[in-house]
């Protein structure tokens, strides 16, 4: 017979001596004249050692029992009626009894434990779980509260009386909740006596380090001993062996002793859970022996597969005879699945603890659990071992859940839980649809559609990481066969959800996923929110960074996508959030980039089209669809080497039609203005002139609409610094902008001056002045007899109108009403006392000048308007190194005047 394969023995057939720890505890009592050996403070030292690697030698697989705790309490609630014994107990008993001799210091123990029953007033009270859950941390705080007060009789009293509550199995489903909570309570009893004689095993030396002497020693010894001979007098065995459990961790300082070695003393309160009674308490009492073993010597594990041999060894026994069914419905109240659901949190951890790090315990435990058909334990086997050990088993394992006991534990919870490890590890190649077809040759046949979902929702993985797309298609052919059954999938919404979000998750490429026959229609199962997550998964796979430089011209993949984004376009409305907005937005955009027909251009604006149609919505996506248009447009003007013919004309101005009819239909005022001025610059590299004329007259009458302050971020902000950028760079696009045959060739900046005229500036403001002064360069370059940059085979005004001296004229009339109109707004804005308006006239002041000395002849009428332009800017405050470089400028100035100008300014 295998060491680990031990037989259920009878706890009183063994020595008595060796397994009563009362009884060895009087023999090793030093007080009673025993022989002990001596102890020196290396070996409570080394003991350390091994305590502290129990905390590091789990890796981070291992999912410790606080990280578990939650669970078992959320999941292990009742509405019944909790019973409950409570102890009120007499303060006139709670002296502590005098010892004179060594005699009646060793009785006083023992009679200290019995006053329990003898001075205590007990009450049995029926509560709710909330209620009961108050009383045991009631019971914590006055068990914490009571060694606060130097009071351990009482503090192990409280421990006694709390492991006693796991004796009552009455109300089973609040079982592993009770455990939970009983356990912390004597955790925390364990951990304050540790610290206790930790605390008189040392000293400290006169530098404040740690010191430990031989005296110090015998003194933690005794009180450690003393401890363990009050829990050896506990009368009931449950109680004796949570209390002595918790305290587990004191035995390192009293290593040497005989029988006090950490391997000892778990093996023989291994032993002792036998006499436990109760299958479900036994559990429970090894699952806290374990975790405590794990504390202290965690490279120990016999003892935790003796803990798994007994529990089969008692289900098989126990769990199929007519009166345990008959107990289980009479006094607990519980079907059978769910009083073997109570072993779940035990199993698991009792599992994982013999399965961590051990792949060859995974075949030995396999073959103790062919003896037993209990599925809830195949469950845990499984879940339990790494992925890897599963993965590699994983055909044995198909055949033992096939015979496993459906009554005990779901069969489809088996196959899921087998599909979560097949997903994490790898299974052997040849192995790979061997698995497949054994695990749905069955689930395949399930007539319940829940829980046959359930199963594919976690199966559907497994294809799509060790299979071909062929096994992926017949797998979602399968599922969409089951749930179209009586509509099924109106109620599945969820777990279909999540098959498209994980066969989204593995396929990168989209024209793959649209050639299965059975993703798309899938795609049309879903209905109202569940659908528009579904959509935004869509696009969030199609534009993920992985195919973040990839573009697409497939229509079948465009129809898809474009009908998704369509979904999670109409998604939105005024309540949704803002930042959710942006986030659809990007999406959209980042979808719309990824389409690309290539040199198709006239493919392209129909789907531009579309999208108009569809995501018609958001400013930011039209705005998109209008650059993108302007691109089309210059990418056709590249194709035709700049000479269009007349189909690849009319497209142009296709394109720009688009962009006159798209951009009016945005909210944001500036963001127009720039698509006007984008889209008139397009116009005129593609020689449609009218059109550029059209977008330059939209482009003046917007103006008037742009509202001095608008709110921007929450705050209100004035717009004359972004009106005036947009102004100065709309002038500069008019240098190349041809006058029209009968409207005259200054039509355009003439509607522009008087729309600037006529805004409603703000006061103490330089916006007008500077708009005003702008247009003296523009006048300047119309003065010239060539232009200084053109169009392509775009004739401009220095062309149009080379020899008109009626332009000419024109203009310098122009140019002086500008020039008077600027002075008097200069003399205006002088009288401001304002020190802020003063500095932003300085800076006018300054670009003024320097319009004047570079942009018309010096003559004295001119030099004078610069000296006194010059002064104005000095003496408001104008930067200092603005002014020294123009007066350099003027001194690189050819001809006789600029010198005597510039010695002039240097004066003032």
């Known amino acids: 017979m295998s060491p680990l394969m031990t037989p259920l023995s009878n706890p009183l057939s063994s020595d008595p001596l060796s397994s009563d720890p009362l009884s060895s505890a009087v023999l090793n009592d030093p007080l009673l004249g025993g022989g002990l050996k001596k102890e020196t403070s290396n ?68 009679e200290q434990l019995d006053q329990t029953e003898e001075n205590e007033v007990k009450e049995n009270m029926m509560m709710t779980q909330k209620d009961y859950v108050a009383h045991i941390e009631t019971l914590h705080s006055d068990l914490i509260a009571a060694w606060d007060a130097e009071e351990r009789v009482k503090s192990l009293k409280l421990s006694i009386q709390c492991a006693k509550l796991l004796n009552d199995t009455n109300v089973a489903k609040f079982y592993p909740s009770k455990f939970v909570l009983v356990t912390e309570i004597l955790d925390t009893f364990g951990r304050l006596v540790y610290e206790r004689i930790k605390r008189r095993s040392t000293a400290f030396d006169a530098s404040g380090a740690k010191a430990q002497s031989n005296e110090l020693t015998e003194i933690a010894k005794e009180t450690c001993r003393n401890w363990f001979y009050k829990i050896a007098s506990i009368r009931e065995l449950l109680p004796r062996l949570f209390v002595e459990m918790a305290i587990i961790r004191c035995y390192e300082f009293l290593q040497g002793d005989p029988h006090t070695d950490f391997k000892s003393v778990i093996d023989r309160l291994s032993d002792m859970c036998r006499g436990i009674g109760n299958p479900l308490v036994q559990i429970y009492a090894r699952t806290y022996l374990v975790r405590k073993g794990q504390e202290v010597l965690p490279a120990h594990r016999t003892y935790i597969m003796s803990a798994f041999d007994d529990f089969l060894y008692i289900q098989q026994q126990h769990t199929d005879t007519e009166r345990f069914l008959r107990q289980l419905k ?44 209990n599925a809830v334990v195949l469950n845990h086997i499984i879940s339990s071992f790494h992925p890897s050990y599963v993965a590699t088993h994983a055909l044995s394992l198909t055949a033992l859940i096939r015979e496993a006991d459906a009554e005990a534990y779901p069969k489809h919870q088996l196959y899921r839980t087998l599909g979560i490890n097949l997903v994490l590890g790898s299974p052997p190649r040849d192995q790979v649809l061997p698995i497949l077809n054994d695990v749905w040759r069955v689930v395949k046949k399930f007539t319940n559609v829940d829980e046959y979902i359930t199963v594919a929702e976690v199966f559907i993985e497994y294809p799509l ?68 997550q579904v959509a935004r998964a ?89 650059l993108g248009v302007c691109s089309l447009a210059m990418k056709t003007l590249q194709l035709v080497k700049g000479k269009h013919n007349k189909k690849t ?102 509607g522009l001056l008087k729309v600037v005229r006529e805004y409603p500036w703000e006061k103490g403001t330089t916006g007008k002045l500077r708009v005003l002064s702008s247009t003296i360069p523009l006048f300047s370059a119309y003065y010239q007899t060539e232009l200084p940059y053109h169009v392509d085979k775009v004739e401009a005004n220095d062309t149009l109108y080379y020899d008109d001296s009626d332009f000419k004229a024109e203009l310098v009339t122009l140019i002086n009403s500008v020039i008077e109109e600027v002075l008097e707004e200069v003399a205006k804005a002088q009288g401001d006392p304002d020190p802020a308006m003063q500095k932003k006239l300085a800076r006018v002041a300054l670009d003024l000048f320097n319009l004047t000395v570079s942009g018309a002849e010096l003559t004295p009428k001119s030099a004078t308007l610069a000296v006194n332009l010059f002064t104005l800017a000095k003496k408001n405050g104008a930067d200092a190194a603005y002014l020294r470089s123009s007066i350099t400028y003027v001194e690189g100035l050819k001809g006789k005047l600029p010198p005597e100008l510039a010695k002039k300014l240097r004066t003032l």
């Open 43 to 110: 070996s409570i030292s080394s003991n350390n050692n091994s305590s502290s690697s129990a905390n590091t030698g789990t890796s981070d697989s291992f999912v410790p029992w606080s990280a578990m705790k939650p669970g078992i309490l959320q999941t292990y609630t009742t509405d019944e009626q909790i019973g409950i014994q409570v102890t009120f107990m007499n303060a006139a008993a709670q002296g502590k009894p005098k010892t004179t001799t060594v005699a009646d210091k060793v009785k006083s123990r023992v």
């Open 465 to 532: 990481k060790h299979c071909s797309q062929k096994e992926v298609n017949i797998l979602l052919s399968d599922i969409m066969a089951h749930v179209s059954q009586d509509k099924a999938y109106e109620r599945l919404q969820p777990q279909l959800q999540s098959i498209v979000f994980k066969v989204l998750s593995n396929f990168h490429d989209f024209e793959v996923l649209v050639a299965m026959d059975n993703f798309l229609p899938m795609l049309d199962l879903f209905t109202g929110e569940h659908q528009v």
């Open 649 to 750: 004309s009319a497209f142009v101005r296709a394109c720009m039609a688009y962009c006159y009819i798209t951009t009016p239909s945005m909210e944001d005022v500036f963001t127009r203005l720039h698509l006007y001025l984008v889209s008139a610059s397009v116009s005129l590299m593609n020689q449609s002139l009218t059109q550029a004329e059209s977008f330059l007259k939209a482009s003046i009458t917007l103006v008037q609409e742009v509202p001095p302050m608008l709110e921007v971020d929450n705050q209100v902000r004035s717009t004359e610094e972004q009106l005036v950028l947009y102004l100065q760079e709309f002038l500069s696009l008019l240098v190349v902008v041809p006058g029209h045959a009968d409207h005259g060739p200054l039509y355009l900046v003439k």
């Open 330 to 373: 009479e006094e607990m109240r519980v079907t059978k699945q769910e009083y073997l659901g109570l072993y779940s949190p035990a199993l698991e951890w009792l599992l994982q603890c013999i399965a961590h790090g051990s792949s060859e315990a995974l075949e030995g435990i396999i073959e103790k659990y062919k003896q037993s058909r």
């Open 538 to 626: 869509l696009l969030e796979a199609f534009t993920s960074k992985a195919n973040i430089h990839d573009t697409t011209s497939d229509p079948l993949i465009i129809s898809t996508v474009l009908g998704m984004a369509k979904i999670l376009h109409d998604s939105m409305n005024t309540l949704s959030f803002q930042d959710e907005v942006r986030q659809v937005t990007h999406l959209l955009i980042s979808f719309i980039r990824r389409v690309d027909f290539g040199r198709d251009v006239e493919k392209q604006l129909n789907f531009y089209v579309d999208c108009r149609a569809a995501l018609g919505n958001f400013d930011q996506v039209k705005q998109r669809l209008v």
